[in-house]
């Protein structure tokens, strides 16, 4: 009977260490679906944010404007430092879309009311704030009269355009101005950052270009 007892007595400890075991497998399982959920959760929460920095009608990056940039932009041929030099030598025309800091164009005068100097490659136009992912009527007209005036019409003109490193701005001027026409359009997404690093070169103080103030011949039209 003691023996008994005791064969029984071992069935049970077994039968408790695997309900035991199961239990605990059980609990690992639920744990690890809840994981893999959370996981994906947090993705789709990511994606939807970065779906969010972009314009779903125009693709344009409309916000976190200092975030690593692609490889390639519509319109236009990402180039790096070496064939910014040779295009400067065929004459290209360098075009600086670095964003303004300060109260904007003055809309009597169209002079920029800036906060903060700002220094750019060497020889280059400044037209701020064009690489906005949206930008009104105004800033359109500005860019796009602007680049007549530079270009002299030549929707042929070699165009660089950039702004700093790491910067969405020049991804979207450089579709922008494609749309406008120009063909030859060339994207150097290391901007000031890379001139200098790169090349230890200097960089030169910047002034805007003036803003175009509609005349009141305009402003008067509905």
């Known amino acids: 009977m003691e023996c008994c007892s005791a064969i029984q007595n071992k069935r049970r400890g077994r039968t408790i260490i695997f309900a035991s075991r199961s239990i605990a497998f059980r609990f690992i399982s639920a744990l690890t679906i809840a994981c893999m959920v959370l996981l994906a959760d947090s993705g789709a929460i990511t994606q939807a944010a970065e779906d969010s920095s972009f314009d779903r ?81 105004a800033y359109e007209n500005y860019l796009s009269e602007n680049l007549k005036r530079l270009t002299e019409g030549n929707f042929d003109k070699k165009l660089i355009v950039f702004c700093q490193s790491d910067c969405w701005m020049a991804w979207n001027a450089v579709q922008r101005i494609s749309a406008l026409g120009y063909k030859q359009i060339f994207w150097f997404p290391e901007g000031t950052d890379g001139w200098v690093e790169w090349g230890d070169r200097k960089l030169t103080p910047a002034d805007p270009v003036k803003f175009l103030v509609p005349s009141k011949a305009q402003s008067s039209k509905p």
């Open 57 to 137: 009608t125009t693709g344009y990056r409309i916000a976190h404007y200092r975030a690593a940039v692609p490889d390639t932009v519509p319109g236009g041929t990402r180039v790096d430092l070496d064939k910014v030099d040779q295009l400067i030598k065929d004459g290209a025309l360098l075009l600086d879309v670095m964003p303004s800091e300060g109260a904007g164009p003055d809309p009597v005068t169209g002079q920029w009311r800036l906060s903060r100097p700002h220094q750019t490659i060497p020889g280059s136009v400044w037209v701020p704030d064009v690489g906005r992912g949206i930008i009104s009527t």
